[in-house]
């Protein structure tokens, strides 16, 4: 089945919405230009109410993979999401070798889809890291200013052969502009092992919409079942 994350939460009411729709992950956001960024408390306070099974996903932008596995720690989170918004990573190559990170340790790595499908990008990624930890690449829309929650959707076709040559060796996540209406389509193009939505499920930035979240993980599933 296709991995489902709701990401942006800002209040518990939300992330129980995304648990009882069938979920597999929340995200909580770490960056803050966005409206739905929150803090360590809140972050903890709701993670501390969702059941086990769901994977709590802290996102960050820009920071140390350290800092971010200090934060997530804290928390309680099971992964990090990491979007880079210097140089700390290329697109084809990231670097969590430190033996002295703090758990959480497993990660995905987030960049613009723009870097895949360009001409001078090789369709390569090698993600230096001990066994276990590197999950997945979540490709979005986003740029350097504004990482993720564009609410934008990338040429699908275009990046159709790009993704299919990457998810040969590395599970692929697809983020950015994705709704209820159009996620069985990404799906049926792209295959990916996983969707990732934020603005396309909410009332308002940093609110979601409980019919819609329920909508998105209910389309996911039908294709899924299409697919299967």
Same mark, same amino acid.
């Given at each position: ?24 992950? /929340? @995200? !909580? ?5 966005? %409206?739905?960024?929150? =803090? ?6 709701? &993670? +501390? ?25 804290? /928390? @309680? !989170? ?5 979007? %880079?918004?210097?140089? =700390? ?6 670097? &969590? +070798? ?131």
């Amino acid at each position: 089945m296709t991995w489902v994350k709701i990401c942006g939460m800002t209040n518990l009411e939300d992330a129980l919405v995304a648990v009882e729709a069938g979920a597999d992950a /929340v @995200g !909580f956001v770490f960056y803050e230009k966005s %409206p739905r960024c929150v =803090s360590v408390e809140v972050a903890r306070e709701i &993670c +501390s109410k969702l059941p086990e099974n769901v994977e709590k996903v802290g996102v960050f932008a820009g920071e140390s993979l350290a800092r971010a596995a200090d934060i997530g720690a804290s /928390v @309680g !989170f099971d992964s990090l999401q990491v979007y %880079p918004l210097s140089g =700390s990573t290329n697109g084809s190559a990231a670097d &969590c +070798s430190d033996a002295m990170m703090p758990q959480p340790r497993r990660l995905y790595f987030a960049f613009p889809i723009e870097k895949l499908v360009s001409e001078d990008f090789a369709i390569t990624f090698d993600a230096n890291c001990p066994e276990g930890t590197f999950l997945a690449l979540v490709l979005d829309s986003g740029g350097a200013q504004r990482p993720g929650g564009t609410g934008v959707a990338f040429d699908w076709n275009r990046a159709a052969q790009a993704v299919a040559t990457l998810s040969r060796t590395q599970h692929v996540v697809i983020a950015g502009g994705l709704t209820p209406r159009n996620v069985s389509e990404a799906i049926s193009i792209l295959q990916p092992w996983g969707v990732d939505v934020v603005s396309g499920v909410e009332e308002r930035p940093g609110r979601k919409d409980p019919e819609k979240v329920r909508a998105f993980v209910r389309a996911v599933r039908e294709a899924d079942r299409r697919t299967g």
